[in-house]
């Protein structure tokens, strides 16, 4: 069966300040960037009244670490995107540790030398705050006090601004859309989906060609 999944990003609400580093490759080239902090947190409500039970982000941060991080894969991009995957042209970081200490995940990231990822370098060199945010997949169990988020999917940690109005950040929430869990674990964006295969109606037959686009709809979910 077909999991329905949101799209949710999150800040990390630690008081952990990120840390930029440069550290020099050797004297004829140009020193690399890292930028170190508070990733992801787990069992404490967030500013979004979500709450990530601690073996959830645990058994996803493993997988992560195991299939991105450490073969090197694991990029992000420069402010979260509307999508369930990450564009190899807005990457500005490459995640190179996620470690946990309690209920915290801090990751280290190497700044890109890709456009994106000069952008960044300007940015930090320029005095300006950037942090880190998770982009993941994910089902929003509602309670009477908060949401709880399972069968989480980490795509990605993105590069975003810090504003000093915690609120102004976190409202990324991309809840209107959905994806599904297919057993070959690709996403589908099923209401986008639907919604393109509706946007030119026929001259004749409306209704059967609605009745038919709303099941197969249906059947994909």
């Not at 990120?18 to 170190?36: G, H, W």
């Not at 059967?208 to 249906?218: C, D, E, M, V």
Request: aromatic share 8%; net charge negative; with cysteine.
């Amino acid at each position: 069966m077909a999991l329905k999944l949101n799209l949710v990003v999150e800040k990390p609400d630690v008081n952990d300040e990120f840390e930029y580093i440069e550290e020099e490759v050797d004297r004829n080239s140009p020193s690399n960037l890292y930028i170190k902090g508070p990733y992801m947190m787990a069992e404490g409500i967030n500013r979004n009244n979500r709450l990530y039970p601690l073996d959830e982000l645990k058994r996803e941060a493993s997988r992560y670490i195991e299939e991105m991080v450490t073969p090197g894969r694991a990029m992000g991009e420069l402010n979260h995107p509307t999508t369930a995957d990450v564009d190899l042209e807005r990457a500005c970081h490459m995640v190179t540790e996620l470690t946990q200490d309690g209920n915290v995940f801090y990751g280290k990231s190497k700044v890109l030398t890709t456009p994106c990822g000069q952008i960044v370098r300007s940015l930090i060199n320029d005095g300006v705050k950037v942090g880190m945010s998770s982009r993941a997949l994910g089902t929003l169990e509602e309670g009477s006090d908060f949401n709880t988020v399972t069968n989480m999917k980490l795509v990605a940690i993105d590069c975003v601004a810090d504003p000093s109005y915690p609120k102004a950040f976190v409202n990324g929430i991309l809840e209107s859309k959905q994806w599904v869990m297919v057993d070959d674990n690709k996403y589908e964006e099923v209401y986008d989906n639907f919604e393109e295969s509706i946007k030119t109606l026929p001259k004749k037959d409306i209704d059967a060609f609605l009745r038919n686009k709303i099941l197969t709809f249906i059947n994909s979910i």
